[in-house]
Nanobody, 123 residues
Framework: QVQMVESGGGLAQSGGSLRLSCAASGFTFEAHAMAWFRQAPGKEREFVAG???????SYGDSVKGRFTISRDNAKSTLYLQMDSLKPEDTALYYC?????????????????WGRGTQVTVSS
């Protein structure tokens, strides 16, 4: 049974930092691309960052240079280091499992999702 549990969300001030974690189980973690998406109220789900084959990473334009994705295959855990946070980063952040090891930015290429962790950035 595939499970992914996000943690690390909370309230941060503008310019601050948070580190999200996603503990995964029930599948061969290192054999799949993993990604973070986010969704703010009234907005569509947005690709934030992903890591795939050979450790290749990709970032959404709005977070480039501020967020860093990483994975620990030995611990089956995905991370998202978020620095220089802005109020517009406020959203529910989801961890997602890719259908393969190839990295995509479209949500349809991910088949399992966590329940999300809320990030709120105050100005």
């Amino acid at each position: 049974q595939v499970q992914m549990v996000e943690s690390g969300g909370g309230l941060a001030q503008s310019g601050g930092s948070l580190r999200l974690s996603c503990a995964a189980s029930g599948f061969t973690f290192e054999a799949h691309a993993m990604a973070w998406f986010r969704q703010a109220p009234g907005k569509e789900r947005e690709f934030v960052a992903g890591v795939g084959y050979g450790g290749r990473t990709s970032y959404g334009d709005s977070v480039k240079g501020r967020f860093t994705i990483s994975r620990d295959n030995a611990k089956s855990t995905l991370y998202l280091q978020m620095d220089s946070l802005k109020p517009e980063d406020t959203a529910l952040y989801y961890c997602a499992k890719g259908k393969s090891l190839f990295l995509y930015v479209k949500a349809r290429e991910y088949d399992y999702w966590g329940r999300g962790t809320q990030v709120t950035v105050s100005s």
